[in-house]
């Protein structure tokens, strides 16, 4: 059977993933909402399917691996909303199945540790919605389900450089926050360690190895750019969204031993210093 990824959402993580498998001669089945997104699809060599919308059996019978990147909504998982039984049905179909999640499922932990085996006590709505998306998931006899916890992704297009440039970049002070962060390549080296070292009911943290304040981000950005480094705001009087301010209600570092132990992963960018200099190279020189 042809090697055939069925990817739901196919966004900025799941094309990280597909640019390794077509290059291994994959096939790539991708959904996303809209036309325009499809036709980008189409041109880097993934079959698009809009939907909701398109029957999705067909695909569903040609995936040998199936990747969710989609987030849950206010009614839950939105693949298993529509498609539970399709899915259960096909299940020892299946060699690997991939569901990404969020290190917010871990909650606040004042700048400690977290780790896989922490127990899940997310601060969030967003956060509650992937528990619940991921005991869904798991709750699913005989699926090869591995769970993939992502922290703060960046990547090309995908960074401070803009806001730096622009002058609009903020450095807001919380003593004391932490974030782990995730170059999109290195999840994407992450998810195809899995796929060719299959481990049914695995929960992987993706992250690198150097937690750090988000103003340090700002100000390496900066540094990079020969730009002045943006003034510090103190949190509790800077204007926010209820959005962004909701980000700075957990602090914790993620550890991320399993990847290198289990799967082998060796990150191209083990902390925001070496991954934030290769954007701008990349930037620089095409």
């Not at 004042?110 to 528990?131: F, H, I, M, S």
């Not at 209600?249 to 991320?256: A, L, Q």
């Not at 990150?267 to 934030?276: E, S």
């Amino acid at each position: 059977m042809e090697k055939t990824l069925l990817s739901f959402g196919h966004g900025f993580s799941a094309r990280g993933l597909t640019r390794l498998l077509l290059s291994r001669g994959w096939r790539v089945i991708g959904t996303t909402r809209s036309e325009d997104k499809a036709n980008r699809l189409m041109a880097e060599g993934v079959e698009p399917r809009i939907w909701p919308g398109a029957d999705m059996a067909p695909a569903l019978d040609a995936a040998t691996h199936v990747l969710v990147s989609a987030a849950p909504g206010p009614d839950g998982d939105p693949v298993l909303g529509a498609l539970h039984d399709e899915i259960a049905s096909r299940a020892s179909q299946f060699e690997w199945v991939g569901y990404l999640s969020t290190t917010g499922v871990y909650g606040d932990h004042d700048g400690d540790w977290v780790d896989e085996t922490t127990p899940l006590n997310p601060a969030t709505a967003r956060g509650q919605a992937r528990v619940d998306a991921e005991a869904a998931w798991s709750a699913i006899p005989g699926l090869p389900l591995h769970i993939f916890r992502l922290a703060g992704i960046y990547g090309p297009g995908r960074g401070p450089f803009a806001k730096v440039r622009e002058g609009t970049a903020r450095r807001i002070i919380k003593p004391g926050q932490v974030f782990s962060r995730t170059h999109v390549d290195d999840i994407a080296q992450v998810l195809w360690a899995s796929i060719e070292r299959p481990n049914p009911g695995a929960v992987y943290n993706v992250c690198d190895d150097d937690p750090a304040p988000p103003e340090d981000v700002i100000e390496e950005a900066a540094r990079l750019l020969g730009l002045p480094i943006p003034p510090a705001e103190d949190f509790e009087t800077a204007e926010m969204s209820p959005m962004a301010r909701s980000f700075y209600s957990e602090s914790k570092k993620v550890r991320n031993d399993r990847i290198k132990l289990e799967l082998g992963v060796v990150l191209r960018y083990p902390d925001y210093r070496a991954g934030l200099r290769a954007l701008l190279d990349s930037e620089e020189h095409g």
